[in-house]
């Protein structure tokens, strides 16, 4: 099992218009084994300000590849955010292919938004990943307006 979490904490000693403004940012995760090599993880990221309004240098965003797919990148922004990611990875043991080894099938449920002052409703994802040694290859659906996004890539990481 695996625990981690990090808090960061600032204060503006100068802003924009004398604003004074502290921000915080809260980034927490757990993933563990399930079911034979099956994973689970789950992430939260919060950033909360308090005080006057951070200028637009200082805000959050989501939308894109990394947060919610089926939203243009950077759609959503402010100095309030909260987003949740959980993933279930299904390693196909069975076919190993040389040097990439095996393929792994990740279900993937992102949930947030950000805001100016507040967080208005929540927008979410729903994904299908595969991904085998560096080549990913995704599809999203937003369930509500049943938005969907075929991506694919490299990545190094999840």
């Known amino acids: 099992m695996t625990l981690s979490t990090t808090l960061l904490t600032e204060s503006a000693l100068d802003a924009p218009d004398d604003a004074r403004f502290t921000q915080s940012t809260l980034t927490a995760g757990v993933g563990f084994p399930t079911f034979r090599s099956h994973t689970f993880s ?47 990875s299904i390693p196909i043991e069975r076919i190993r292919i040389p040097i990439a080894g095996s393929p792994v099938v990740m279900l993937r449920h992102m949930i947030g938004m950000a805001g100016v002052d507040s967080l208005s409703r929540f927008e979410q994802n729903l994904a299908v990943r595969v991904r085998v040694g560096l080549i990913r290859v995704e599809w999203a659906i937003e369930p509500v307006a049943r938005d969907t996004k075929l991506s694919a890539g490299l990545s190094l990481v999840r």
């Open 42 to 88: 789950f992430e939260a990221h919060a950033v909360r300000t308090f005080g006057d309004r951070a200028p637009p240098q200082r805000f959050a965003y989501m939308g894109g590849s990394g947060t919610l797919p089926t939203f243009d990148i950077l759609e959503f922004g402010g100095d309030q955010l909260l987003f949740f990611e959980s993933r279930y």
